[in-house]
């Protein structure tokens, strides 16, 4: 059974830092492209980062993030990071980490975890 496990969120001041993990099973996470994405009140779902599972093609960032979030995987711990710096109060939302369908992050999506909630304020 394919699972997608977030942790790390919570609460964090304009300006400073969080780190977000994806831990993943009942799949071969090697193989597979990860991407981030997250949904704010009232607003759309929207992906901004996913890394695939070759170095021979790009992680992709959206400019909203780009500079400030970094995405990473540990394929010996079936693990997908996500360090967020500089965060700022519309990084607000639950985040989400979700498996394409192999490991290009142009394919489709497979598989979603449940979300963990963020919020920048002070």
């Known amino acids: 059974q394919v699972q997608l496990v977030e942790s790390g969120g919570g609460l964090v001041q304009p300006g400073g830092s969080l780190r977000l993990s994806c831990a993943a099973s009942?799949?071969?996470?090697?193989?597979?492209?990860i991407g981030w994405f997250r949904q704010a009140p009232g607003k759309e779902r929207e992906g901004f980062t996913c890394?695939?599972?070759?170095?021979?093609?790009?992680?992709y960032y959206a400019d909203v993030v780009k500079g400030r979030f970094t995405i990473s995987r540990d394929n010996a711990k079936n693990t997908v990071y996500l360090q967020m710096n500089k965060l700022k109060p519309e990084d607000t939302a639950v985040y989400y980490c979700?498996?394409?369908?192999?490991?290009?992050?142009?394919?489709?999506?497979?598989?979603w975890g449940q979300g963990t909630q963020v919020t920048v304020s002070s």
């Open positions: 009942g799949f071969t996470f090697a193989d597979y492209a």
């Open positions: 890394i695939p599972s070759s170095s021979s093609e790009e992680i």
């Open positions: 979700a498996a394409r369908t192999g490991g290009s992050c142009h394919l489709a999506l497979r598989s």
